[in-house]
Each structure stands twice: as structure tokens, then as C-alpha cells.
């Protein structure tokens, strides 16, 4: 397996960082992009990373304003992600560090988004998208979920009661068996991002992902964790015209960890079937 290392490029808002495992030459498989979940980064995908790179180059990127990449000003569309990505990988290519030409995308949560942003604007360039829960929601309920955001993550205050909030959520959504020392680096990775946190879900609740699902015409694979995002993919991963979906029973979030030999097998069989 690749060693995993990291690097930054130059984005629109500022420095990129990303975690890149580079395959052994002669392999002849895509590079890969993976797109994390709000609000983390891109060391979700660490324990996948190094098994996924035999015969590929698996990028994770901190989506700006995470990890260790610099914030827009604002929250910002979707779409912008997306065309930040595209702009890294063109820029990868250059410094030759992936192969140019086509790429394949994986994506968790907010990922997914801009995932599916990339396979329906970039049809040429994405070949296959696998993604991880869609939170694909009519725009009526992506309304109210906007409206809700401010109860749901309080802003720094006086006293800790955002902490406390924080900490009863990450209970509610990590998976039992992850530990609490997983959970509280998770928690101090989120705290470093002050009041723009929630700023992911901003842009999640503006996009009309039932409407960019139905525009994707890539083959995409659906994995399907029993977490928060649960029951709303069970209901809309059909919308993707050339998906099949794959339900992961008995694990929330942490699945990258716990179920990692079986996300390996089912993710290298989807991209190199023919």
C-alpha cells in the first residue's frame, strides 16, 4: 500500500490541502477524488486510502474553508466546489501527480454533492461516481432545513453550551463502536472552524441535487450506511439515471472504519468493472 502524503495548490479562495497515495507506476487505473462530509475533512478517508491507490492515485481534499484548506469569505454554491476540484485535478495533472484525462469521483454526505456536480457539468472528465448517503431533499424541505441551521449549531457564545450541542450530535450520529477519543478529535476539528461550520450544509440546502441526480450519466454506485441519511437515500438514489445502491446495514457514521474490507471490495469492483 502507498504511503500517504500531503501537499496544497492554489484555489480561487486560497491554498487547497490534500492527502494524496500514489499507486505503483504502470497501474492502470483512474485517479480517484474523494470528497468529504461536512464539517470534517479529508482525513475521513484515510483508512481507505491506502488500500484503494493499488494500481491507482486516491486524492482527498479538504473542501475550502475545512481541514486545512482556507475559507471563502462567504458560503458558496455547490457548483463552485465542484469547479474548485475540476481546477485540482487539471493542476495535479501539470505537476504530474495523477494521470490527465478522465478521473473517478468518491463522496460522503456533502461530497456526494459535489460528486454528482462534477459527474452532470463534467461529463467528459468524470468517468464513474461513487458516493455515501444523498441528501437529496424537494426544495421545500431544503428550505426549512436552511431556516433550522442556526438552532441546530449555535454560534461560539460565552459559556460552552455550543460545545455541549456539538458533543450530544456527534454522540447521536458516531457509530457505537467508535471510540470516544475518534469522537473527540472529530469534535476539536470542528471547533477550530468557529462560526462558518455549518457553512457546508448552507451550500448543501441551495442545491437542487434531485434535479443534478437525474443529469448524471455516468454509472453510479450508491453505498448506503444506516445513518442520518438513511431513509432520504432509500427514497431518491433512484433518481440517478445509471445507479445501483448497495444498503450498509448496521453501521452510521464510522463506516470508512468499521466496514472498511467491505467499502475496499465493493468500491474496487464498481471502478474497474467494465
Not at 479562495?13 to 492502470?28: K, S, T, V
Not at 462558518?196 to 441551495?206: A, C, E, L, Q, T
Not at 437525474?214 to 454509472?219: D, L, S
Amino acid at each position: 500500500m502507498s504511503a500517504i502524503k500531503r501537499g496544497y495548490a492554489d484555489s480561487r479562495y486560497g491554498q487547497l490541502h490534500y492527502r494524496i497515495a500514489q499507486g505503483a507506476a504502470g497501474g492502470d487505473g483512474l485517479p480517484l477524488l474523494c470528497l468529504h462530509q461536512t464539517p470534517s475533512n479529508g482525513r475521513d478517508w484515510v483508512p481507505v486510502m491506502g488500500p484503494l491507490s493499488n494500481g491507482r492515485t486516491v486524492i482527498a481534499v479538504d473542501t475550502p474553508g475545512y481541514g486545512m484548506s482556507d475559507a471563502p469569505p462567504e458560503p458558496v454554491r455547490i457548483e463552485d466546489f465542484a469547479q474548485v476540484m475540476a481546477a485540482l485535478m487539471a493542476d495535479l495533472a501539470v505537476q504530474g501527480l495523477v494521470t490527465p484525462g478522465p478521473f473517478d469521483v468518491l463522496g460522503f454526505h456533502t461530497g456526494s454533492l459535489i460528486a454528482t456536480e462534477l459527474a452532470r457539468s463534467l461529463p467528459q472528465r468524470v468517468r464513474r461516481v461513487a458516493v455515501f448517503g444523498v441528501a437529496a431533499y424537494p426544495a421545500e424541505v431544503r428550505e426549512a432545513k436552511l431556516a433550522s441551521l442556526l438552532g441546530a449549531f449555535p454560534p461560539p457564545g460565552e459559556d460552552l453550551s455550543h460545545v455541549e450541542k456539538l458533543w450530544s450530535i456527534i454522540g447521536e450520529l458516531s457509530d457505537p463502536h467508535i471510540p470516544y477519543e475518534e469522537r473527540h478529535i472529530n469534535m476539536a476539528e470542528c471547533l477550530r472552524l468557529g462560526a462558518r461550520m455549518p457553512w457546508g450544509y448552507i451550500s448543501v440546502f441551495r442545491y437542487d441535487f434531485l434535479g443534478a441526480m437525474a443529469q448524471v450519466e455516468q454509472p453510479v454506485l450508491v453505498l448506503n450506511p444506516e445513518d442520518d441519511l438513511w431513509e432520504v437515500t432509500l427514497e431518491t438514489a433512484h433518481h440517478y439515471r445509471n445507479g445501483r445502491r448497495i444498503d450498509l446495514r448496521g453501521v452510521k457514521h464510522g463506516v470508512l472504519r468499521l466496514e472498511r474490507d467491505r467499502v475496499v471490495a465493493e468500491i474496487e469492483d464498481f471502478l474497474g468493472s467494465a
